[in-house]
Nanobody, 122 residues
Framework: QVQLVESGGGLVQAGGSLRLSCAASGCTFCRYAMGWFRQAPGKEREFVAAISWSGGNTYYADSVKGRFTISRDNAKNTVYLQMNSLKPEDTAVYYC???????????????WGPGTQVTVSS
């Protein structure tokens, strides 16, 4: 059983930066692909970024490409999402997720964290 806990959310002005972290426990972390998703009020959860277990493959939604960077440190059992040039439309609850096997950009992940709120003011 994998437990995931996100941190690093908060309130930031447009154009600012935040770094989200997701700490994993209860698994052989390095064998899990990891993803970040977000859900804004009144909208469905959407894919943001994903990274393979080795860290060699990364994927991004078009809306965040060039602004967000996903990375991982398997020694620390942690995955990160560096968010730069934030926009008000990035406001959402951000969730990290884990799955065994290959990385995917759909919501087909087995384990989810409780989420962390990111609010970008204009």
């Amino acid at each position: 059983q994998v437990q995931l806990v996100e941190s690093g959310g908060g309130l930031v002005q447009a154009g600012g930066s935040l770094r989200l972290s997701c700490a994993a426990s209860g698994c052989t972390f390095c064998r899990y692909a990891m993803g970040w998703f977000r859900q804004a009020p009144g909208k469905e959860r959407e894919f943001v970024a994903a990274i393979s277990w080795s860290g060699g493959n990364t994927y991004y939604a078009d809306s965040v490409k060039g602004r967000f960077t996903i990375s991982r440190d398997n020694a620390k059992n942690t995955v990160y999402l560096q968010m730069n040039s934030l926009k008000p439309e990035d406001t959402a609850v951000y969730y990290c997720a884990a799955k065994s096997g290959i990385v995917v950009v759909t919501s087909a992940y087995n384990y989810w964290g409780p989420g962390t709120q990111v609010t970008v003011s204009s």
